[in-house]
Structures are given as structure tokens and as C-alpha cells.
């Protein structure tokens, strides 16, 4: 029953960082055998993957978007924390956090619209 709930601002001015965060409940982010990432679909596009922090804490980018990205987290608090620097209007989008498994399951958030606009 783990479930994703992320969080964060819906407005970003371009230039600026883009923090999110995803609290997690019903699962530790420290169980082995889990990854978590964070996803994002832009405006009439498809889904696209950020990057990925796996339970031991290690993390590994999208190579378009490393240089900006930066996914940390918090155990005692079970979050996964996404940032995203430099923004402008094209990163615009929902974006989401969501668990995966060895076995393939996936566990998604409802995801968060954020709005980069001056």
C-alpha cells in the first residue's frame, strides 16, 4: 500500500531552481530491491524520465537533463527531493514520482503541474 505524493511550488520564474518533493508512505526508501524516480510530461507530450535514486542512495540522470538535475532524499523523513536549475517555459510540466521494482511494479504519485513563466 505505499503510496507517492508530490509536492512543491506550481510557479517557477525562468532561471530559477525547480524543487519538488515526494513524500513517500506505506514503504521505506531505504527497502532493498526499489528505485525511485522522478517523470515528467511536458504539454501534449510523452512521458519523460529525469532521473532515478535507488534505495542504497545511488542516483543516475537523464543524460539532456544531468547537468541540471539533482535527485537527494531524506530517510528519516521518507522524501525523495528533485531539483532543477536554470528553468525556462520548456520545462514546463507535470511531473511525477514513482517506485519501481525489480519484478517490474510500479507504484506513481498523482503528480504536480508546475508552470515555468515570468
Known amino acids: 500500500q505505499v503510496q507517492l505524493q508530490e509536492s512543491g511550488p506550481g510557479l517557477v520564474k525562468p532561471s530559477q531552481t525547480l524543487s519538488l518533493t515526494c513524500t513517500v508512505s506505506?514503504?521505506?526508501?531505504?527497502?532493498?530491491?526499489?528505485?525511485w524516480s522522478w517523470v515528467r510530461q511536458p504539454p501534449g507530450k510523452g512521458l519523460e524520465w529525469m532521473g532515478v535514486?535507488?534505495?542504497?542512495?545511488?542516483?543516475y540522470y537523464s543524460p539532456s537533463l544531468k547537468s541540471r538535475t539533482s535527485i537527494s532524499r531524506d530517510t528519516p523523513k521518507n522524501q525523495i527531493f528533485l531539483q532543477l536549475s536554470s528553468v525556462t517555459p520548456e520545462d514546463t510540466a507535470v511531473y511525477y514520482c514513482a517506485r519501481r521494482s525489480y519484478s517490474s511494479e510500479e507504484s506513481w504519485g498523482q503528480g504536480t503541474q508546475v508552470t515555468v513563466s515570468s
Open positions: 535514486i535507488a534505495y542504497d542512495g545511488s542516483t
Open positions: 506505506g514503504g521505506s526508501i531505504t527497502t532493498s530491491g526499489y528505485a
